[in-house]
């Protein structure tokens, strides 16, 4: 994620980081991000980003990633908020966690509607055109 956030400082965009207190002391928190908010937990650290987002947009990641985007999928679903989701699925990457999700649409765990609301795609600047189509 430090690249990530390096490349929207270097090309003049705003980035806000949460992290809880614990993962602090373990890894080296950015010191250039436009805010840094150190929070208790992991919960905390959520709700935060849920605030503060437009959108949520999972990237190649751990168990931790695929935490975030199904609370912001779950969080949208219950009526918590109303941002958009979507997986960026570079290389192939997430093609089992799809598989994944299109069976559990198919068996109706997951409701046909709400399955159209997570965005898909390969392009980084086509999918934040979907999910923030104002931005463009």
Do not use: C
């Not at 929207?8 to 890894?27: H, N, Q, T, W, Y």
Request: no cysteine; charged share 20%.
């Amino acid at each position: 994620m430090g690249a990530l956030a390096d490349a929207a400082l270097g090309g003049g965009g705003e980035v806000i980081g949460v992290i809880p207190r614990i993962l602090e002391s373990r890894e080296v928190a950015h010191s250039s991000l436009t805010k840094l908010h150190v929070v208790e937990s992991m919960h905390e650290r959520k709700a935060l980003m849920t605030e503060h987002a437009d959108a949520f947009l999972a990237l190649p990641g751990g168990y931790g990633t695929l935490d975030e985007l199904f609370e912001a999928i779950t969080w949208r679903q219950l009526g918590y908020h109303d941002k958009p989701s979507g997986i960026l699925d570079v290389e192939g990457y997430f093609e089992g966690l799809l598989a994944y999700i299109n069976r559990a649409t198919g068996d109706g765990f997951v409701h046909d509607a709400e399955r159209a609301t997570l965005v898909i795609g390969t392009d980084p600047a086509a999918i934040i055109d979907v999910l923030l189509p104002a931005s463009g």
